[in-house]
């Protein structure tokens, strides 16, 4: 194996420091928002079955 060989089998100085970047910035935003409640938003599922007004009528076939 030549000094080539070695560099092309496992990932680049700059491709790992660019994910440790990353990284950082995730945990740095999961951070900031650490101990927030969610008072200020609702349920996602408002309305989701229409009104509920009517009864469900149900029939037997006839035939």
Do not use: C, I, Y
């Amino acid at each position: 194996m030549t000094s080539d060989e070695d560099q092309t089998t496992g990932p680049s100085d700059e491709t790992k420091r660019k994910f440790r970047e990353a990284l950082e910035r995730k945990n740095k935003a999961s951070k900031q928002r650490e101990g927030e409640s969610h008072l200020d938003g609702g349920s996602g599922a408002q309305g989701t079955h229409g009104p509920v007004d009517h009864k469900r009528e149900f029939r037997r076939k006839s035939g």
